[in-house]
């Protein structure tokens, strides 16, 4: 795995959540970014130096500190929709290429070059109306659902620079077989798997208390 781009956001008004603002407009920047693990949700913080999110109940945070997209998926977006993606339009941090970030693990390490971050695979991603706004393709949170590719959030285990071109080692994958692309399957169009998400005690603890919460629903 390699990263492609390293992307920051730069605000931009909200009125798909009727916020003042959303860091969704991502950018590729150049030269080593700092990244760190910022701490709980509800600040705003991110991982990467000079990005931040405005919808501090739903994102950032430890859980979701860094967000990356395979470039191989946005290329089959582009097939689909007919329009070019750039890198970062997703909201991504980083834009990874010669992977599947979808079949990583939860819980699963990437050591970023030889002495960067160490960042762990937490949970997917999963579509909101900024997402859907911003994007502006009819339907597309189902589309997005249905296809299946959400592309992992990242804890900061250790801090450390990053950059584009930077090489990627996935040097630690736990025992289960919880992938992103199930744990996303599980937790939107297909609620059957979720007993399966129990295996990864890597998702986040609020993740793994809903879905305790809707499998003692389903058993009353």
């Not at 939860?106 to 109306?129: D, K």
């Not at 949170?141 to 249905?146: G, L, P």
């Not at 900061?156 to 071109?165: F, N, Q, S, T």
Request: glycine residues 10%; proline residues 8%.
């Amino acid at each position: 795995m390699r990263l492609l781009s390293v992307n920051v956001g730069r605000p931009i008004p909200n009125p798909w959540k009727r916020l003042a603002a959303t860091g969704i407009d991502k950018w590729p920047v150049q030269g080593p970014v700092a990244v760190r693990a910022p701490g709980p949700k509800g600040t705003g913080a991110v991982g990467l130096s000079g990005d931040r999110v405005y919808d501090v109940k739903h994102h950032g945070g430890d859980d979701q500190a860094v967000y990356a997209y395979a470039r191989e998926d946005l290329d089959r977006w582009e097939k689909e929709l007919g329009r070019s993606l750039a890198s970062g339009c997703f909201g991504e941090n980083l834009t990874t290429t010669g992977y599947d970030v979808n079949a990583a693990l939860i819980g699963e390490r990437w050591r970023v070059g030889t002495a960067g971050p160490l960042l762990e695979v937490s949970c997917p991603r999963l579509p909101c109306a900024t997402f859907a706004g911003w994007l502006d393709e009819h339907g597309w949170i189902r589309r997005f659902t249905a296809g299946a590719l959400p592309g992992p959030y990242l804890r900061v285990i250790e801090p450390g620079e990053l950059a584009a071109g930077d090489t990627v080692e996935v040097v630690d994958r736990p025992a289960h077989r919880v992938t992103v692309a199930l744990a996303f399957r599980a937790m939107t169009a297909e609620p059957d798997l979720l007993p399966e998400l129990l295996a990864a005690d890597a998702l986040p603890a609020e993740d793994l208390r809903t879905i305790r919460k809707r499998l003692a629903g389903n058993r009353s």
